[in-house]
């Protein structure tokens, strides 16, 4: 195991993006159709690493409530 690999990443785009549309974590929680966590949505925020499974239900759920398309590169910038 690779000892080396940064897990903290800063605030990612994702947080001024929420910011702007006025979205709460709790809105992504409750309009999404797959099952995410408040703590999934704070870590995404936070830019703790996530897994692309968890990174695309986050998109999923961004997308559904903004009625917007964004990629995985608008949210998160690793």
Known sequence: MDNNI????????????????GI??????AC???????KMVHKAIKGRRL?????????NALNTFAAKNYSLKDIFNY
């Open 24 to 29: 709460k974590s709790h809105d992504l929680v």
């Open 6 to 21: 940064e897990k903290d990443l800063g605030e990612q785009p994702i947080a001024g993006i929420m910011t702007e549309l």
């Open 51 to 59: 897994t692309p499974n968890v990174k695309l239900k986050i998109l």
């Open 32 to 38: 999404s159709t797959e099952q995410i966590t408040h």
